[in-house]
């Protein structure tokens, strides 16, 4: 404060304690906005500036604390023994020369004058370590995966890992085969040195997640991830039909996407988004809310249901349209309507290869002990998936006898028919208009509204949302071609979908059901376990020979 009045020029400064209980948790209800742990110490002093002499206020001070005091409180906080870059490099250097813990502490309360912690100096140790591993270590396991897959690895200018990348050759052909969307999405707690294991996974014809390559990078920024794109493109070669990619909310992923894929489409992850929002606020009105915006196909409904959460909840729709709305066409289904997705609206699969691929590694590992956990791992989910191929020929989905697609099902793999047998079983009354051309108008009756879907016979491409999602025929597409008199087998001649894609064989018999009728083949549970044993016995732990 000042008095020009006054010929003294006076000056006070306030001291609070900040003493934050971080054991504590926080009590807030509603939107969060900040986790506050302060605990309300009244401790205050006030320092007065009176002719360049500091005096302590008169009645401006309380000195009872409503918590423990301790020196060591202020010699122990992350500010006051932070290291400089001179002086991290003096600890570095003696853990590279093979001094102790205490020695290294020791050494910089005496020369710095400040207190570090054991977990400080295994941090750094383990940030450090993998300098420290020599190159022919990586030189042999580069070798041993030229023998089975292929190696990146991107080394800094100071000889620092940057990003390491491999991939099996089955990998490389489910690549081939299954490109059209990727879910990725990194993680962490797999080595000391704070690698994040990045995973790009496919779905295959089966419906399930494979991963098809691995990444081990040294944070999660642009220039990694760029690292880790560039490895994509140089193990798997052509990537020019990778239509989606699947992420989660990290702004670093997607510009590095932005710029190495320019004509693929991202989709936000909406397990993840809902988890945020959920984090966000306590009030289950705005979830119902946000799920609906979500789900809805309308862009009218859509507008109707922002407009609402605006007017109902203001602030949390300040928040909503700041951070979600802005990338409003990459998780709302009425935006994203054309994206090829295959089903894959989160990154449930990711996160399901992150859960498996963590059983058999170890917190405690170098980057190098990782990689090659990860590399075992891979090889032997490779032979379960080699299992899982052989069950879903012999468990087929049973069709109806008098079935207009029964024809279609046994091209088709398992999650394909079921699929396609469930969107046949939801048409109802359907009529054709305008059928004379290329272009097909369906008309179809869903209770008292009709709805149109256009259909385009030279591509076989429907407007509807279930061909274009999946890349299937749906039930608008097989209405045409049945009128037409055009074999079905037309629609699926190129499909990623085909029974013959997993393995090279022959379709499996139909199984029918009827009460008439005597044309039923299945196959019992001593078959399929036969079966299953004998490919065991074949693919042991040293032999992956894979038929495509």
């Not at 910089?108 to 993998?130: F, L, P």
């Not at 990725?184 to 797999?190: E, I, S």
């Not at 997640?209 to 991830?225: I, K, W």
């Not at 076989?460 to 071609?481: A, D, E, G, K, T």
Request: charged letters at 25%.
């Amino acid at each position: 404060m000042s008095y020009p009045e006054d010929p003294c020029i006076y000056q006070s400064l306030l001291y609070l304690c900040k003493y934050a209980d971080w054991g504590r948790a926080s009590q807030s209800v509603g939107i969060r906005t900040a986790r506050s742990k302060d605990r309300g110490c009244p401790a205050r002093l006030t320092v007065i500036q009176n002719n360049g002499c500091l005096v302590v206020g008169p009645r401006c001070h309380n000195m009872k604390h409503n918590h423990f005091c301790s020196v060591m409180e202020y010699c122990l906080d992350p500010a006051v023994r932070r290291l400089s870059v001179n002086e991290r490099a003096d600890v570095v250097r003696m853990i590279k020369y093979g001094t102790p813990m205490s020695g290294i502490m020791q050494m910089v309360e005496n020369e710095y004058g400040k207190y570090m912690t054991q977990k400080d100096v295994h941090n750094i140790r383990a940030r450090y370590a993998d300098t420290a591993v020599p190159a022919a270590n990586w030189e042999q396991f580069a070798e041993v995966v030229s023998h089975g897959g292929r190696f990146r690895c991107t080394n800094s200018a100071d000889g620092r890992i940057e990003c390491v990348s491999f991939s099996l050759d089955e990998q490389v052909r489910l690549f081939t085969k299954y490109p059209e969307v990727i879910c990725l999405d990194a993680t962490y707690n797999v080595n000391r040195s704070r690698y994040c294991l990045l995973q790009f996974v496919i779905t295959d014809g089966l419906g399930h997640g494979r991963a098809v390559m691995y990444s081990l990078m040294r944070s999660e920024s642009a220039q990694m991830y760029g690292l880790a794109m560039d490895n994509l493109r140089s193990i798997m070669g052509c990537v020019n039909r990778i239509k989606t990619f699947v992420v989660d909310m990290h702004y670093a992923q997607m510009q590095a996407l932005r710029s190495a894929f320019r004509s693929a489409k991202i989709l936000l992850c909406h397990f993840h988004m809902t988890r945020a929002i959920r984090r966000k606020t306590k009030n289950r009105i705005i979830w119902g809310l946000v799920g609906r915006i979500m789900r809805t196909t309308s862009r009218v409904v859509f507008s109707h249901l922002c407009n609402r959460l605006r007017q109902k909840f203001p602030g949390f729709f300040i928040y909503f349209q700041r951070i979600w709305l802005s990338h409003v066409d990459k998780w709302a289904m009425c935006q994203t309507s054309g994206v090829i997705s295959l089903g894959n609206l989160t990154n449930n699969r990711v996160e399901s290869a992150h859960r498996w691929l963590k059983r058999d590694l170890f917190v405690g590992d170098t980057v190098f002990q990782c990689c090659k956990r990860i590399w075992l791992s891979a090889r032997q989910t490779l032979v379960h998936y080699k299992c899982a191929v052989a069950a879903s020929r012999i468990k087929r989905p049973t069709v109806p006898f008098n079935c207009d697609i029964a024809g279609l099902i046994p091209h088709l793999t398992r999650y394909a028919a079921e699929k396609l047998l469930r969107e046949w079983r939801t048409r109802t009354r359907m009529d054709i208009r305008n059928g004379g051309g290329r272009w097909v108008i369906v008309a179809e009756l869903l209770g008292a509204r009709e709805m149109r879907n256009t259909v385009d016979t030279r591509f076989r491409r429907c407007s509807c949302m279930f061909n274009r999602l999946y890349s299937l025929p749906c039930r608008h597409l097989i209405l045409v071609y049945i009128r037409r008199g055009i074999s079905l087998k037309r629609l699926i001649d190129r499909s990623r979908w085909l029974e013959s894609l997993q393995n090279g064989t022959e379709p499996p018999k139909i199984v029918y059901h009827a009460a008439t009728t005597t044309a039923r083949q299945s196959c019992p549970e001593i078959i399929l376990l036969k079966r299953l044993r004998e490919m065991k016995g074949t693919l042991s732990a040293q032999t992956y020979e894979f038929t495509y």
